[in-house]
């Protein structure tokens, strides 16, 4: 166990959300570890193996599973720095004719890449809730899958280099965009642009209230050489992230005042009355369902070539916390 006398130096980089800022800005510091924390956008930690630049850092979901079934040197702490309604970023035309999945059958389905964890989620949803097989949609990229990745066999792919998905929706030249992130065009409010459930927060609400299911997209990882030699690391880091969020969450309950959102108070009682007092919960115990579903669908679509257990997936000392 390492002495008290000295802290061990660690970098770590994550992305700002509320609930890791505390752990940014240092108002919470891992026990016996000199953290020094740097952060950067979401999509960053989806783009590269983080675990070879920093000693821990949040990491796609669906990187860390195939980095581990590879045996690349990482492992995982059952942390989730990032969950997403998955539902809710699926868009479509205004004047398309789709309002449900099912009419997306054939259709032209625009993505930045196959293999993003979005689209292992959304693939694996339309399949076993609404009986859609990715092989009846025909999908559009834009960015080459890198990663090491091949498009399972039987998948229309067609590659377009060089093009924003923004354009090819309100071209028409793709009929429905699964997005990581919320479109320029949606955000800004382009008439042009919709979502493609009509009520998309009753759509995610019912899959929540059927499954209990609410997607995890990130996790966080350490380089496993550093785990192997002071796995103590890793505990410290899981403790230290449960309490960032534990002081973000009892500020917006302990008055929401402090959130600058004109129905705060509405949103938070809704928040627990729909999704239970922690849906944001950490820990492999309480994720359980949660990863075996993910892992299941990344297996089903050709990711990696074995199921693991969930217990290899993350540090074993960790797995109990």
Known sequence: ???????????????????????????????GIALTSQTASIPEFCLR????????????????VMAHCRQEPVIAIPIFPLRMPIHAYVFCRTDAPFTQPNDL???RIGTRRYRSTINFWLRGILLDHYGIDPKELSWVTTYEEG???????GISVTYRPDTGMEELLLNGEIDCLFSPVLPEA??????????????CKSEFENYFKKTGIFPITHTIVMN????????WVAERLFIAFKEAQRQCEEFYYADPKHLTLSRAIFTLEEERETFGPDPWANGLDSNRH????????????????????????????????
């Open 224 to 231: 496993k050489t550093l785990w192997e030699k002071e796995p």
């Open 1 to 31: 166990m390492q002495s008290d006398k000295r802290l061990f130096p660690l970098t770590l980089a994550v992305a700002e959300y509320d609930r890791t800022r505390p752990l940014l800005d240092g108002r919470v510091q891992p026990k």
């Open 147 to 153: 990663d090491g990745f091949s498009v399972p066999p």
């Open 186 to 199: 949606y955000r800004r409010g382009d008439p042009n642009i919709r979502r493609l459930f009509p009520n």
């Open 105 to 107: 059958v054939g259709r």
């Open 290 to 321: 949660v990863l075996e579903t993910f892992v299941r669908y990344t297996y089903e679509q050709g990711y990696i070539d074995r199921v693991p257990a969930l217990e290899e997936l993350f540090a074993h000392n960790t797995l109990s916390l």
């Open 49 to 64: 193996p983080v675990y070879e630049e920093y000693d821990a850092a949040e990491m796609s979901i669906s990187w860390y």
